[in-house]
T-cell receptor, first 114, second 115 residues
């Protein structure tokens, strides 16, 4: 079975440009998470969805960040406009249900904003 | 507020030596507890988890962890480390009374293995 699929794996963009990160969760999973990982702040939960509905977006850093989940098999995380401090690895993860169920991570999207 | 502490940022051990990675949590009750491993350039992979019952849990790759309620700890152990275990290890908790079921991750412990 395919795991969580993220694209692009690597992106380098200029400050001010729009960045869109994409995620396909594991088929059948109904919870989806976006995390950001940096050396300074570690793993931060940005937002999570359950049954395509955003449940908690308190980790979204500011209005420049937005996330959507139009259907059960696709989600996007958008940064507009991007800034150098957004440089990080962005992970998408999914799980079946909530709570104590294992979450499965994608391999990450490595973003560099110059 | 709930929190997870991994006091060791870096640990170096020799191949074949035993390993213990520490994890302490702050929460009023027993949360769900997890250990994940992240190899360079990869996402996180579940090693093991604890919900209830036997306080010693076995995971993949020869790892085990022991839940100690009195110490609010969930330390990860391996009796003999292999070079391929070099990675970053994350402890996580999910307070099961939390309405949002958020995973709370520790800051990670980076393991280096000497040949």
């Amino acid at each position: 079975d395919a795991g969580v699929i993220q694209s692009p794996r690597h992106e380098v963009t200029e400050m001010g440009q729009e960045v869109t990160l994409r995620c396909k969760p594991i088929s059948g999973h109904n919870s989806l998470f976006w995390y950001r990982q940096t050396m300074m702040r570690g793993l931060e939960l940005l937002i999570y969805f359950n049954n395509n509905v955003p449940i908690d977006d308190s980790g979204m850093p500011e209005d420049r960040f937005s996330a959507k989940m139009p259907n059960a098999s696709f989600s996007t995380l958008k940064i507009q406009p991007s800034e150098p401090r957004d440089s990080a690895v962005y992970f998408c993860a999914s799980s079946l249900g909530q709570g104590r169920n294992t979450i499965y991570f994608g391999e990450g999207s490595w973003l560099t904003v110059v | 507020a709930q929190s997870v502490t991994q006091p060791d940022i870096h640990i170096t051990v020799s191949e074949g030596a035993s390993l213990e990675l520490r994890c302490n949590y702050s929460y009023g009750a027993t949360p769900y507890l997890f250990w994940y491993v992240q190899s360079p350039g990869q996402g996180l992979q579940l090693l093991l988890k604890y919900f209830s019952g036997d306080t010693l849990v076995q995971g993949i790759k020869g790892f085990e962890a022991e839940f100690k309620r009195s110490q609010s700890s969930f330390n990860l152990r391996k009796p003999s480390v292999h070079w391929s275990d070099a990675a970053e290890y994350f402890c996580a908790v999910v307070p099961y009374t939390s309405g949002t079921y958020k995973y709370i991750f520790g800051t990670g412990t980076r393991l280096k293995v000497l040949a």
